[in-house]
């Protein structure tokens, strides 16, 4: 199943007309992807994946004090590559808000150099349990 989180949208997260900046939907996800993290017992190997690429289509707004559910499931998990699939759902109004992927490579940062490295089995296998075989996601 995927991994499942809600959030507020704070008057911080929007512009004047009281709607989420497209920026805060990045920091939901990357909230989420950190809770994910910490619910796993794996944090530290957030210092090991830099963001590689990003891709979101926004479908609904958010708004201020709305409450925002951020799902996250693992989309390909390559030797030194993670892709995880996402999705925002605004649950005040029952719509989608976004949906998109994210790409990170598992590196070595050595000297201020980062080499990609083959990610640790401990991080594909929590990713993997957000896999539902019934699911066609």
């Known amino acids: 199943m995927p991994f499942r989180v809600k959030y507020y949208v704070y008057w911080t997260d929007t512009d004047a007309a009281g709607i989420a900046h497209f920026t805060s939907f990045l920091r939901l996800i990357e909230h989420a992807e950190e809770d994910f993290y910490r619910e796993n017992g794996i944090l530290h190997y957030h210092s090991i994946a830099p963001r590689r690429e990003l891709f979101i289509t926004y479908t609904a707004p958010l708004r201020r004090g709305d ?23 605004n649950e005040t109004t029952g719509k989608n808000a976004a949906e998109g ?37």
């Open 67 to 89: 409450v925002a559910i951020v799902e996250l499931w693992l989309d390909e998990a390559r030797t030194r590559a993670i892709r995880y699939r996402f999705r925002v759902i």
């Open 101 to 137: 992927y994210l790409v990170f490579t598992c590196v070595n940062n050595e000297n201020g150099e980062l080499r990609a490295i083959p990610c640790p089995e401990e991080l594909i296998n929590a990713w993997k349990r957000t896999l539902d075989s019934t699911s066609t996601q």
